[in-house]
């Protein structure tokens, strides 16, 4: 079975650029979750989905920053316009149900902002 | 609020010597543990979660609910032990989203 798949790997843009990350979870998976990674800090929640619904965006940082998941199956994050803060390593994740609390990762977007 | 603190960055240990990495959380209610690993070029992966009560790759982790601690221990390392671990903590009430500690890398020696 494939696992949690991202794309792009590796993003390289300048400030004030935009820039669509998109994630395909596990099939059948309801729950998807972004996560990032800033140099030198831990990995941060950003957003829940439940199939196409925000379950919780209490972590997006700021109104630069839009998801979406179309029909409840791949999700986008879009950063409009980049800052150079908004660089690290951005972490999608699936889970089945909230009773199977297991979240399988994708590979992670990298992200850098010039 | 809900936080993890890993306070060691770096655990650098001879092959066959034991490892323990240091976990402290904080949280309302009724918290789920976990332990996470990245191995160098592989995405981040569950190493055992405190429910299961198991052992995975000889690692064991045992919640103290007094200490508020899941600190996460391995008897004798092997050099493919060597990763970054990250400790995490999710809760029903918090959406099941994961707060992550700091994580700590683990390097061990031959």
């Known amino acids: 079975e494939a696992g949690v798949t991202q794309f792009p790997s590796h993003s390289v843009i300048e400030k004030g650029q935009t820039v669509t990350l998109r994630c395909d979870p596990i099939s059948g998976h309801d729950n998807l979750y972004w996560y990032r990674r800033v140099m030198g800090k831990e990995i941060k929640f950003l957003l829940h989905f439940v199939k196409e619904s925000k379950q919780d965006e209490s972590g997006m940082p700021n109104n630069r920053f839009l998801a979406e998941r179309t029909g409840g199956t791949y999700s986008t994050l879009k950063v409009q316009p980049a800052e150079l803060e908004d660089s690290g390593v951005y972490f999608c994740?699936?889970?089945?149900?909230?009773?199977?609390?297991?979240?399988?990762f994708g590979p992670g977007t990298r992200l850098t902002v010039l | 609020a809900q936080r993890v603190t890993q306070p060691e960055k770096l655990l650098s240990v001879f092959k066959g010597a034991p490892v323990e990495l240091k976990c402290n959380y904080s949280?309302?209610?009724?918290?789920?543990l976990f332990w996470y690993v990245q191995y160098s070029r592989q995405r981040l992966q569950l190493l055992l979660r405190?429910?299961s009560r198991e052992s995975i790759k000889g690692f064991t982790a045992d919640l103290n609910k007094g200490e508020t601690s899941f600190h996460l221990k391995k008897p004798f390392a092997q050099e493919e032990d060597s990763a970054m671990y990250y400790c995490a903590l999710s809760g029903k009430a918090a959406g099941n989203k994961l707060t992550f500690g700091g994580g700590t890398r683990v390097l061990v020696k031959p």
């Open positions: 949280y309302s209610g009724s918290p789920e």
């Open positions: 405190h429910i």
């Open positions: 994740a699936s889970s089945q149900d909230l009773v199977r609390l297991e979240q399988f």
